[in-house]
C-alpha cells in the first residue's frame, strides 16, 4: 500500500512559479513510476508530467505538450517525495493536481489507469 499526500498549491498570478510536493509513504518508492495529472472544473483529468521508474536507479521524465519547458518533475529518494516545479503559470494551468503512483515501470505512463495509487489533490489557481 502506497499513501500520497500532495502540498504547495495556491494562488499565483500570471507568470508566477509554484512547487508541489508528493510525500509518499512505503519502502519501495524508489521502484516506483510517481506522476502529476491534473483536473480543470468541467474537464477531463489529463497527464502533466512522469517520472518512470526503469530499474536500479533510472528514471525517464515525460511531459504534457503544455507544460514542457515549463514545468519540471523531480523526486528525492532518501524523502520519499516527489516535487513539481511549475515556472511561467499561465490561467490555464488553473486546476486540481493530483500526484500518482504505482510500482515498477508503468508503459502508459501518461494514463490515469496505469496508477493504483492517488493522492487527494492540491488547488493550483493562476490569476490573470
Known amino acids: 500500500q502506497v499513501q500520497l499526500a500532495e502540498s504547495g498549491g495556491g494562488l499565483v498570478q500570471a507568470g508566477g512559479s509554484l512547487r508541489l510536493s508528493c510525500a509518499a509513504s512505503?519502502?519501495?518508492?524508489?521502484?516506483?513510476?510517481m506522476a502529476w495529472f491534473r483536473q480543470a472544473p468541467g474537464k477531463e483529468r489529463e497527464f502533466v508530467a512522469a517520472l518512470r521508474w526503469s530499474g536500479g536507479s533510472t528514471y525517464y521524465a515525460f511531459y504534457a505538450d503544455s507544460v514542457k519547458g515549463r514545468f519540471t518533475i523531480s523526486r528525492d529518494n532518501a524523502k520519499n517525495t516527489v516535487y513539481l516545479q511549475m515556472n511561467r503559470l499561465k490561467p490555464e494551468d488553473t486546476a486540481v493536481y493530483y500526484c500518482a503512483a504505482n510500482r515498477g515501470s508503468v508503459r502508459e505512463y501518461y494514463t490515469a489507469i496505469g496508477y493504483d495509487y492517488w493522492g487527494q489533490g492540491t488547488q493550483v489557481t493562476v490569476s490573470s
Open positions: 512505503g519502502r519501495t518508492f524508489s521502484e516506483c513510476t
